[in-house]
């Protein structure tokens, strides 16, 4: 039987990577900030609290006031290539290409912002994708990071009459793959350093202390990550949270008050943000600018900022691992 004139064009299967990270704002202005952080700040995921008492404070106080703090925060680490959460990010997707043949295609997108999440599924299917690899880029699971991304996913997958086969990548804050580009990556650092520092200090990004207790295992995948590294570099990896957001308890300590410490004790420290993938606004300025300067101010005089993964050789090399290993079976079926 012939095709009929109006069947849908029929694509040759191929197999989608679909790299995704937080978001970040398009400009460091504080209109775009503001724009950013009102979705961000919107998603149930992220905060906690009742619509009906978290709206006034959004909108009647944070969203006045936040954007141009912000917005002076992003400035100071913005590069010609834009946001370096989303110049990075391209750049890994970027290297990432052509890694499993070209029938397998890499992209990105953000939970927040653009590329959005449906667009790039969208045109992944366009593309002849029956099958997508969906990739948040968080080592350590949480609710508000890894959960609201594939929430993004399936709630896009059930807009469709025709779906790709869909598959998320797991957390890997143990995978030895990740432990091993993390040690040799501090150990790089550490080679540059014109010190030698007393503390190595991995700071995660915090998050409210009574997520733990409702069920996110990020708490002790940050403390397996420390454990690991420091098992893998043979010297103990001390651990804080950064970024505090609202008036909640968050896990402690907090890296600034750890910096404090350090710096008033005269010691040296170098410190890395293990569950970034990216360098972004909260490595480059909350810890790079600002921890240095809590440090300093606390007497301290030896203070490293080691960077993320990022798109270098390691890193790369550590995704085409995990993500090469979630892929069994669908290359196969691209050959
Ligand atoms: C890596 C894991 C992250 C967790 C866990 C996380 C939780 C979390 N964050 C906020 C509030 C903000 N985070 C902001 C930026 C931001 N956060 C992460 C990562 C995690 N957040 C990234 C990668 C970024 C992007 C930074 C960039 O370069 O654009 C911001 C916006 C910036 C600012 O105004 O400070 C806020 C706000 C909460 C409330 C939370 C958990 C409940
Ligand atoms: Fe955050
Ligand atoms: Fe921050």
């Known amino acids: 039987m012939t095709r009929p004139a109006d069947h849908p064009r029929v694509a040759p299967p191929r197999v989608g990577v679909l790299l995704v990270n937080l978001g970040t704002p398009d400009a460091p202005e504080p209109g775009a900030v503001r724009r950013y952080l009102a979705e961000f700040l919107s998603d149930r995921r992220v905060v906690e609290i009742p619509p009906l008492l978290w709206k006034p404070i959004l909108h009647g106080v944070i969203l006045r006031t936040r954007p141009r703090k912000s917005a002076h925060a992003y400035s100071q680490v913005w590069t010609e290539q834009g946001s370096p959460l989303a110049a990075i990010t391209r750049a890994q997707a970027e290297a ?191 810890i790079e600018i600002r921890g240095r300067e809590t440090f300093r101010a606390a007497g301290g005089r030896d203070f490293a900022y080691l960077p993320c993964l990022n798109a270098g050789e390691t890193g790369i090399e550590m995704l085409r691992t995990i993500i090469g290993r979630e892929l069994t079976g669908w290359l196969e079926a691209a050959a």
Not at 153 to 180: C, E, K, N, S, V
Not at 240 to 254: D, I, M, N, V, Y
Request: one cysteine or more.
């Open 96 to 286: 990432l290409a052509g890694s499993w043949g070209d029938r397998v295609i890499v992209d990105h997108a953000m939970r927040y912002g653009r590329p959005a999440i449906a667009d790039r599924i969208a045109a992944l299917v366009e593309a002849g994708c029956d099958r997508i690899l969906f990739a948040p880029l968080y080592p350590q699971y949480c609710a508000a990071t890894t959960a609201t991304a594939n929430d993004i996913a399936f709630a896009t997958l059930a807009g469709m009459r025709r779906q790709p086969a869909l598959r998320t990548l797991p957390p890997y804050h143990d995978d030895p793959a990740y432990i091993a580009a993390l040690a040799a990556s501090v150990r790089e650092g550490l080679a540059r350093l014109e010190f030698a520092p007393d503390v190595l200090l991995a700071s995660f990004h915090g998050m409210p202390e009574r997520t733990l207790a409702l069920g996110d295992p990020y708490h002790c995948h940050c403390l397996k990550t420390a454990r690991l590294l420091g098992e893998a570099l043979g010297r103990p990896v001390e651990v804080a949270f950064q970024s505090r957001f609202g008036r909640a308890k968050w896990l402690e300590p907090a890296t600034e008050t750890v910096l404090a410490r350090l710096g008033g004790e005269g010691r040296g420290v170098a410190i890395f943000s293990p569950g970034f993938a990216a360098d972004c606004l909260e490595t480059l300025e909350e």
